[in-house]
């Protein structure tokens, strides 16, 4: 059955430093999103990715966050400078689309520690 | 600002019982609704959804009912199974899905044998 990968699966990082999360997803899906869960907190949506661009962010999705999909199977999330704050685990959902189904289906996550 | 209520943290169900674990919501445009389950150090797996023109859906030993006009909804599973043991959250998005999901705190279900 088809799902959603992530890549690490734990990342351990210095404040201020740059991390690269990386996600695979369902091969057939057009929407793409980023979710996060703090420690002990629900889900949050970060940032949903439709025909190469962003169709949605929270205002979590500051300018430190970037998203892209640099090619037909990789979609990534970059965060330039991290924070002590941005510990969390952070989930890579993706979904088929109009007539292909809407259902999100979420990958392993990555754990990030930043310190 | 919760939009996605889960009220009840935990529950504990014995074994061939049933359970039920409940969600409630504020935000009338919500019309798609879904819940996974979420094992430690996993990604949430879904469950079963529905959308707002249904108030039952059905699938295997899982159940969600929707009832619009109280803003709630439940899922039903029967018979509880250990392996059923797990974070259960209740989802919501507007506009019938492929769009942001509001997520509830979660239900840590323990189904005892």
């Known amino acids: 059955e088809p799902e959603v990968t992530q890549t690490p699966s734990h990342q351990v990082t210095q404040m201020g430093q740059e991390v690269i999360l990386r996600c695979v997803p369902i091969s057939n899906h057009l929407y793409f999103y980023w979710y996060r869960q703090i420690l002990g907190q629900k889900v949050e949506f970060l940032v949903s990715f439709y025909n190469n661009e962003i169709s949605e962010k929270s205002e979590i999705f500051d300018d430190q966050f970037s998203v892209e999909r640099p090619d037909g199977s990789n979609f990534t999330l970059k965060i330039r400078s991290t924070k002590l704050e941005d510990s969390a685990m952070y989930f890579c959902a993706s979904s088929g689309g109009a007539g292909r189904g809407q259902t999100q289906y979420f990958g392993p996550g990555t754990r990030l520690l930043v310190l | 600002d919760q939009q996605v209520k889960q009220n009840s943290p935990s529950l504990s169900v014995q074994e061939g019982r049933i359970s039920i674990l409940n969600c409630d919501y504020t935000?009338?445009?919500?019309?798609?609704f879904l819940w996974y389950k979420k094992y430690p150090a996993e990604g949430p797996t879904f469950l079963i959804s529905?959308?707002?023109?249904?108030d039952k859906n059905e699938d295997g030993r899982f159940t969600v009912f929707l009832n619009k006009s109280a803003k709630h909804l439940s899922l039903h599973i029967v018979p509880s199974q250990p392996g059923d043991s797990a974070v259960y959250f209740c989802?919501?998005?507007?506009?019938?899905?492929?769009?942001?999901?509001?997520f509830g705190k979660g239900t840590r279900l323990s189904v005892i044998a």
């Open positions: 529905i959308s707002s023109i249904k």
């Open positions: 989802a919501a998005s507007p506009n019938s899905g492929n769009t942001p999901l509001v």
């Open positions: 935000n009338s445009m919500f019309d798609y």
